[in-house]
Protein backbone atom coordinates (compact mmCIF):
# COMPACT_ATOMS: atom_id res chain seq x y z
CA UNK A 1 0.00 0.00 0.00
CA UNK A 2 1.81 3.05 -0.97
CA UNK A 3 2.18 6.34 1.22
CA UNK A 4 -0.23 8.81 -0.30
CA UNK A 5 -3.30 5.85 -0.22
CA UNK A 6 -2.42 5.10 3.74
CA UNK A 7 -2.32 8.65 5.09
CA UNK A 8 -5.58 9.06 2.97
CA UNK A 9 -7.17 5.87 5.17
CA UNK A 10 -6.12 7.73 8.24
CA UNK A 11 -6.75 10.86 7.44
CA UNK A 12 -10.27 10.03 6.92
CA UNK A 13 -10.28 7.93 10.25
CA UNK A 14 -9.07 10.71 11.79
CA UNK A 15 -11.62 13.12 10.15
CA UNK A 16 -14.80 10.64 11.48
CA UNK A 17 -13.18 10.22 14.80
CA UNK A 18 -13.53 13.96 15.35
CA UNK A 19 -17.30 14.20 13.85
CA UNK A 20 -17.75 14.24 10.25
CA UNK A 21 -20.55 11.92 9.47
CA UNK A 22 -20.75 12.81 5.66
CA UNK A 23 -18.17 12.35 2.98
CA UNK A 24 -18.47 15.96 1.90
CA UNK A 25 -17.49 17.03 4.93
CA UNK A 26 -13.71 15.36 4.87
CA UNK A 27 -12.29 18.34 2.38
CA UNK A 28 -8.31 19.18 2.38
CA UNK A 29 -7.02 20.78 -0.06
CA UNK A 30 -4.74 18.39 -0.85
CA UNK A 31 -7.08 15.31 -0.49
CA UNK A 32 -8.75 14.41 -4.12
CA UNK A 33 -11.98 13.58 -3.96
CA UNK A 34 -11.41 10.23 -6.32
CA UNK A 35 -8.73 9.39 -3.29
CA UNK A 36 -11.76 10.21 -0.36
CA UNK A 37 -14.41 7.89 -2.02
CA UNK A 38 -11.53 5.19 -2.58
CA UNK A 39 -10.46 5.27 1.19
CA UNK A 40 -14.00 5.04 2.71
CA UNK A 41 -15.00 2.34 0.28
CA UNK A 42 -11.89 0.49 1.70
CA UNK A 43 -12.82 1.27 4.97
CA UNK A 44 -16.30 -0.15 4.62
CA UNK A 45 -15.19 -2.61 3.35
CA UNK A 46 -12.76 -3.56 6.12
CA UNK A 47 -15.43 -2.94 8.22
CA UNK A 48 -13.89 0.28 9.87
CA UNK A 49 -16.48 2.50 9.31
CA UNK A 50 -19.88 1.92 9.15
CA UNK A 51 -22.16 3.53 6.22
CA UNK A 52 -25.90 4.15 6.56
CA UNK A 53 -27.83 5.72 4.10
CA UNK A 54 -30.49 8.81 4.85
CA UNK A 55 -32.21 9.47 1.62
CA UNK A 56 -29.42 9.75 -1.09
CA UNK A 57 -27.03 11.03 1.54
CA UNK A 58 -23.56 8.73 3.07
CA UNK A 59 -23.74 8.86 7.05
CA UNK A 60 -20.56 7.22 8.54
CA UNK A 61 -19.50 6.11 11.15
CA UNK A 62 -16.98 4.76 13.47
CA UNK A 63 -17.09 1.08 14.10
CA UNK A 64 -15.40 -1.23 17.38
CA UNK A 65 -12.64 -2.10 14.77
CA UNK A 66 -12.20 1.50 13.41
CA UNK A 67 -12.11 2.96 17.16
CA UNK A 68 -9.40 0.86 17.76
CA UNK A 69 -7.77 1.66 14.22
CA UNK A 70 -8.06 5.41 15.35
CA UNK A 71 -6.58 4.39 19.01
CA UNK A 72 -3.42 2.85 16.79
CA UNK A 73 -3.29 5.91 14.55
CA UNK A 74 -0.03 8.24 15.25
CA UNK A 75 0.08 10.71 17.48
CA UNK A 76 0.43 13.27 15.25
CA UNK A 77 -2.66 12.55 12.96
CA UNK A 78 -1.97 13.79 9.25
CA UNK A 79 -3.28 16.28 7.89
CA UNK A 80 -3.26 15.46 4.25
CA UNK A 81 -2.77 12.62 2.46
CA UNK A 82 0.35 13.49 0.63
CA UNK A 83 1.79 16.86 3.17
CA UNK A 84 2.43 14.90 6.62
CA UNK A 85 5.43 13.85 7.44
CA UNK A 86 5.93 10.43 8.31
CA UNK A 87 5.44 8.93 11.88
CA UNK A 88 7.91 6.55 13.28
CA UNK A 89 5.94 3.17 12.99
CA UNK A 90 4.51 1.62 15.57
CA UNK A 91 3.76 -2.35 15.94
CA UNK A 92 -0.44 -2.56 16.96
CA UNK A 93 -2.49 -5.22 16.67
CA UNK A 94 -4.75 -6.15 13.95
CA UNK A 95 -8.25 -4.84 14.32
CA UNK A 96 -10.78 -7.46 14.71
CA UNK A 97 -13.55 -7.88 12.19
CA UNK A 98 -17.03 -6.49 12.93
CA UNK A 99 -19.08 -9.36 13.02
CA UNK A 100 -21.88 -9.07 10.76
CA UNK A 101 -25.59 -10.67 10.98
CA UNK A 102 -26.26 -13.87 8.59
CA UNK A 103 -29.60 -13.37 7.48
CA UNK A 104 -30.91 -16.42 5.90
CA UNK A 105 -32.60 -16.08 2.17
CA UNK A 106 -35.82 -16.60 3.55
CA UNK A 107 -35.62 -13.13 5.85
CA UNK A 108 -34.44 -11.20 3.10
CA UNK A 109 -36.75 -12.54 0.51
CA UNK A 110 -39.51 -11.40 3.16
CA UNK A 111 -37.53 -7.63 4.03
CA UNK A 112 -37.72 -6.98 0.04
CA UNK A 113 -41.47 -7.97 0.11
CA UNK A 114 -42.36 -5.94 2.73
CA UNK A 115 -40.36 -3.27 1.04
CA UNK A 116 -42.27 -3.73 -2.28
CA UNK A 117 -45.88 -3.45 -0.69
CA UNK A 118 -44.74 -0.48 1.33
CA UNK A 119 -43.81 1.17 -2.35
CA UNK A 120 -47.48 0.00 -4.15
CA UNK A 121 -49.07 1.15 -1.46
CA UNK A 122 -47.67 4.47 -1.68
CA UNK A 123 -47.94 4.99 -5.29
CA UNK A 124 -51.36 4.21 -5.35
CA UNK A 125 -51.53 6.73 -2.53
CA UNK A 126 -50.32 9.37 -4.64
CA UNK A 127 -52.08 8.30 -7.57
CA UNK A 128 -55.35 8.56 -5.79
CA UNK A 129 -54.51 12.35 -4.51
CA UNK A 130 -53.25 13.49 -8.49
CA UNK A 131 -56.53 12.02 -9.32
CA UNK A 132 -58.16 14.35 -7.09
CA UNK A 133 -56.08 17.17 -7.18
CA UNK A 134 -56.62 17.14 -11.22
CA UNK A 135 -59.76 15.77 -12.33
CA UNK A 136 -60.83 15.04 -16.21
CA UNK A 137 -62.65 18.08 -17.97
CA UNK A 138 -66.24 17.49 -18.77
CA UNK A 139 -67.17 16.76 -21.77
CA UNK A 140 -68.30 19.36 -24.85
CA UNK A 141 -70.60 18.02 -27.55
CA UNK A 142 -68.35 17.37 -30.39
CA UNK A 143 -68.34 20.38 -33.25
CA UNK A 144 -69.92 19.09 -36.71
CA UNK A 145 -67.76 18.25 -39.13
CA UNK A 146 -66.62 20.67 -42.14
CA UNK A 147 -67.73 19.25 -45.78
CA UNK A 148 -64.32 19.04 -47.09
CA UNK A 149 -62.35 16.07 -46.01
CA UNK A 150 -59.83 16.86 -43.08
CA UNK A 151 -56.52 17.01 -44.05
CA UNK A 152 -54.54 14.10 -43.20
CA UNK A 153 -52.60 14.59 -40.04
CA UNK A 154 -48.34 15.93 -40.10
CA UNK A 155 -46.15 13.14 -38.94
CA UNK A 156 -45.18 14.15 -35.12
CA UNK A 157 -42.21 15.64 -34.95
CA UNK A 158 -39.03 13.91 -32.58
CA UNK A 159 -38.61 14.69 -29.48
CA UNK A 160 -36.04 17.00 -28.65
CA UNK A 161 -33.09 15.01 -26.67
CA UNK A 162 -33.34 14.95 -23.21
CA UNK A 163 -31.51 17.77 -21.21
CA UNK A 164 -28.03 16.93 -19.59
CA UNK A 165 -28.49 15.66 -15.88
CA UNK A 166 -26.25 17.01 -12.92
CA UNK A 167 -23.11 14.64 -12.13
CA UNK A 168 -23.48 11.82 -9.23
CA UNK A 169 -22.78 12.86 -6.53
CA UNK A 170 -20.20 12.19 -4.17
CA UNK A 171 -22.62 9.92 -1.97
CA UNK A 172 -24.04 7.81 -4.29
CA UNK A 173 -20.91 6.33 -5.52
CA UNK A 174 -19.37 6.15 -2.35
CA UNK A 175 -21.98 3.69 -1.50
CA UNK A 176 -21.48 2.15 -4.87
CA UNK A 177 -17.65 1.23 -4.02
CA UNK A 178 -19.15 -0.05 -0.38
CA UNK A 179 -21.23 -2.10 -1.80
CA UNK A 180 -19.11 -3.40 -4.37
CA UNK A 181 -16.47 -4.12 -1.68
CA UNK A 182 -18.81 -6.11 1.04
CA UNK A 183 -20.57 -8.04 -1.78
CA UNK A 184 -17.14 -9.34 -3.14
CA UNK A 185 -16.13 -10.03 0.06
CA UNK A 186 -19.01 -11.68 1.37
CA UNK A 187 -19.79 -13.71 -1.92
CA UNK A 188 -16.53 -14.32 -2.82
CA UNK A 189 -17.41 -12.98 -6.41
CA UNK A 190 -13.30 -13.21 -7.39
CA UNK A 191 -13.44 -9.05 -7.79
CA UNK A 192 -16.30 -9.49 -10.76
CA UNK A 193 -19.48 -8.41 -8.89
CA UNK A 194 -22.54 -8.84 -11.09
CA UNK A 195 -24.29 -5.47 -11.82
CA UNK A 196 -27.68 -6.94 -10.95
CA UNK A 197 -26.50 -8.32 -7.42
CA UNK A 198 -25.04 -4.47 -6.70
CA UNK A 199 -28.34 -2.34 -8.09
CA UNK A 200 -30.36 -5.13 -5.57
CA UNK A 201 -27.90 -4.27 -2.08
CA UNK A 202 -28.38 -0.28 -3.14
CA UNK A 203 -32.12 -0.68 -2.53
CA UNK A 204 -32.11 -2.76 0.34
CA UNK A 205 -29.65 -0.32 1.89
CA UNK A 206 -32.19 2.44 1.41
CA UNK A 207 -30.88 4.11 -1.53
CA UNK A 208 -33.61 5.67 -3.61
CA UNK A 209 -31.61 6.36 -6.83
CA UNK A 210 -33.03 5.50 -10.24
CA UNK A 211 -31.23 2.82 -12.57
CA UNK A 212 -29.72 5.88 -14.44
CA UNK A 213 -28.30 7.85 -11.89
CA UNK A 214 -26.57 4.45 -10.92
CA UNK A 215 -25.50 4.04 -14.25
CA UNK A 216 -24.01 7.19 -14.47
CA UNK A 217 -22.33 6.98 -11.38
CA UNK A 218 -20.82 3.43 -12.51
CA UNK A 219 -19.67 4.99 -15.96
CA UNK A 220 -18.29 7.95 -13.77
CA UNK A 221 -16.43 6.03 -11.56
CA UNK A 222 -14.75 3.89 -14.91
CA UNK A 223 -13.52 7.34 -15.89
CA UNK A 224 -12.00 8.24 -12.91
CA UNK A 225 -10.31 4.95 -12.64
CA UNK A 226 -11.91 3.30 -9.44
CA UNK A 227 -13.11 0.57 -10.88
CA UNK A 228 -14.00 -1.27 -14.14
CA UNK A 229 -17.07 -2.30 -16.31
CA UNK A 230 -16.68 -6.14 -17.78
CA UNK A 231 -19.00 -7.19 -20.10
CA UNK A 232 -20.51 -10.37 -20.46
CA UNK A 233 -18.98 -13.31 -22.68
CA UNK A 234 -22.25 -14.66 -23.10
CA UNK A 235 -24.80 -11.84 -22.53
CA UNK A 236 -27.57 -14.19 -23.65
CA UNK A 237 -27.41 -16.46 -20.73
CA UNK A 238 -27.21 -14.21 -18.30
CA UNK A 239 -29.43 -13.83 -15.56
CA UNK A 240 -31.82 -10.28 -15.34
CA UNK A 241 -29.69 -9.22 -18.32
CA UNK A 242 -31.71 -6.19 -18.41
CA UNK A 243 -30.36 -4.72 -15.21
CA UNK A 244 -26.55 -4.65 -17.05
CA UNK A 245 -25.72 -1.56 -19.07
CA UNK A 246 -25.99 -1.93 -22.69
CA UNK A 247 -23.40 -0.19 -24.40
CA UNK A 248 -22.89 -0.19 -28.06
CA UNK A 249 -19.87 -0.93 -29.67
CA UNK A 250 -19.06 -2.59 -26.93
CA UNK A 251 -21.38 -4.98 -25.77
CA UNK A 252 -23.31 -5.72 -22.46
CA UNK A 253 -21.31 -4.12 -18.81
CA UNK A 254 -22.47 -7.13 -16.45
CA UNK A 255 -19.28 -7.10 -14.27
CA UNK A 256 -18.12 -4.64 -11.44
CA UNK A 257 -14.31 -4.59 -10.39
CA UNK A 258 -12.82 -2.71 -8.14
CA UNK A 259 -9.27 -1.56 -8.62
CA UNK A 260 -7.03 -1.85 -5.83
CA UNK A 261 -4.29 0.63 -6.79
Known sequence: MSDERLKARQFVLAAVQKGATKAADIKHAKLKAAERT?????????????????????????????????????????????????????????????????????????????????????LDAIKTRLDALAPLPAETAPEPRPATPEPRPATPEPRPAAAAKDPPSESLKTAILAAVAMLDRKHRHGGMVPIPALRRELRVGGDLSTDEEVNAALLTLEREYSIDLLVAQSPTTVPDRAAGIERPGKGLAYYVAPRTS
Not at 59 to 64: G, K, N, Q, R, S
Open 38 to 122: AAIAELVGEGLLAATTKGRTLILALTAAGEEACAALPEAAPTSPAGAEAQPARSATPPASVPRADHSFAALFEYLARIEANLVAR
